[in-house]
């Protein structure tokens, strides 16, 4: 979106268009929302495949294993949804090797993980800070790391009107809030957010996101923060012990749906609308969460049992190969850090897993070589 994304200079338009320019209003922070009827069935629907996520987090004995995956998989989704064409396999490799072909898709990327990293940790950690308008600015300033955010306020809420679509706010999609009043609506959202207001947590996430849209409290990067606002508050309230409820598939897979239903709570008061779909993604989202976690389960347990078996395993071999699924791609001098070993048993446990088809070599180089577990990254990236 950024690319569509502007920021109004009054001098640039004519009075006509300062004129015609009328920024939306807000919807409130507490919409008056009843979830009965068909509502009540998204809902439940919703939560029971909340529960099967949960369960399904729980099946494996680590688990950084699904972490690595889902977070990348969410950061690189998120990320392409503004465009970003930073792949799994691009992030991963650059993170073994240090070294990559597009260094600003793949920092994009980087900063999100890392922007979520902090602020589970923050949310963890009693001395830091809440979930809050100052923690968001915190990951904002995380995500906006770099070349392509410096001139995107990284960390501040913005002090200028922008807008969605459009060459300018005239004939923009969406115009929202003038920048005076972010302020104060984040604070509004942030207390009923933390109220003991008695909707079902799930729908009140879901409220959350799009007032947090709606407000559009940055220059860049909402939807992505706004996308992890929901993760975060679903760990938070206890739904998941894992941040393992990741949104931006099942909004990518209806991305049309996701942008007029965010409008038509401002323009039409659709609550009901809106929640009815977020309600849906959400269960789209964990059963597919569901469904990967089993298959990296699967995956996993399979490659193991032909390790063991083979005549020339070695414990090397076993314990790389259980390093792999938060380590998909690796270098033989990677291999001996993560293990702490010497050189020869590492080559040694690479060259196994090699010939059992678990890492492929990526480079066709003699030197300097590069593994993937391949299957690993194709289930991430087809499910
Ligand atoms: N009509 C709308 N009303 C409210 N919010 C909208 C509307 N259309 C899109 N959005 C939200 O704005 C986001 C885009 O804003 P912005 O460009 O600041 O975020 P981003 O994270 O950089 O991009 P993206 O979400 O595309 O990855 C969309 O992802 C969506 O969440």
Same mark, same amino acid.
């Given at each position: /979106?950024?690319?569509?994304?502007? $920021? ?41 495949? &909340? ?7 729980? /099946?494996?004995?680590?688990?950084? @294993? ?14 392409? &949804?503004?465009? $970003? ?11 073994? $090797? ?25 949310? &963890? ?18 995500? /906006? ?17 922008? @807008? ?49 849209? $709606? &407000? ?20 938070? @309230? +206890? ?5 393992? =409820? ?26 009901? +609308? @809106? ?62 850090? =993560? ?12 060259? =196994?897993?090699?010939?059992? +088809? ?26």
């Amino acid at each position: /979106m950024t690319r569509e994304t502007g $920021t109004y200079r009054a001098s640039t338009y004519h009075d006509e268009t300062v004129k015609a320019f009328v920024p939306h209003p807000l919807p409130p922070a507490n919409p008056p929302l009843t979830v009965e009827g068909d509502l009540a069935e998204r809902h439940a629907a919703a939560a029971e495949a &909340i529960s099967r996520l949960r369960v399904a987090g729980a /099946m494996v004995p680590d688990p950084g @294993w699904f972490l690595y995956g889902f977070v990348r998989k969410e950061a690189v989704l998120s990320s392409q &949804i503004e465009g $970003t064409q930073a792949t799994l396999r691009d992030v991963a490799t650059f993170e073994a $090797t240090s070294s990559t072909d597009r260094p600003d898709d793949v920092e994009e990327v980087c900063n999100y993980v890392d922007g979520l990293r902090h602020a589970r940790s923050a949310i &963890i950690d009693p001395a830091g800070l809440p979930l809050s308008t100052r923690l968001l600015c915190d990951v904002h300033r995380i995500l /906006m790391r770099g070349v392509r955010g410096a001139d995107k306020l990284p960390g501040e809420i913005r002090r200028s009107q922008n @807008w969605i679509g459009g060459s300018r706010p005239g004939n923009a999609r969406f115009v929202p809030p003038p920048h005076e009043e972010v302020a104060p609506a984040l604070a509004a959202l942030e207390k009923w957010v933390h109220s003991d207001d008695p909707l079902p947590p799930l729908v009140k996430a879901g409220l959350a996101h799009v007032q947090f849209e $709606t &407000i559009h409290p940055f220059l860049d990067g909402n939807g992505r923060i706004g996308r992890m606002l929901v993760t975060l508050l679903v760990e938070h @309230w +206890g739904l998941l012990d894992q941040p393992l =409820l990741y949104l931006s598939v099942a909004f990518k897979r209806r991305q049309q749906a996701y942008y007029t239903h965010l409008a038509a709570v401002r323009t039409e008061g659709d609550w009901e +609308g @809106w929640t009815a779909f977020f309600l849906d993604c959400v269960a789209d989202a964990a059963n597919d969460g569901v469904r990967i976690a089993q298959a990296i389960h699967e995956l996993t347990h399979r490659d193991r049992e032909r390790v063991v078996r083979h005549d020339r395993a070695t414990i090397a071999a076993v314990q790389l190969l259980d390093r792999l699924p938060s380590t998909p791609v690796l270098t033989v001098p990677k291999a001996r850090e =993560l293990l702490g070993i010497t050189a020869p048993p590492a080559r040694k446990a690479v060259d =196994l897993l090699e010939q059992l +088809g678990v890492l492929r070599e990526t480079t066709g180089k003699q030197r300097d070589r590069v593994y993937a577990y391949h299957a690993y990254l194709e289930l991430l990236t087809e499910s």
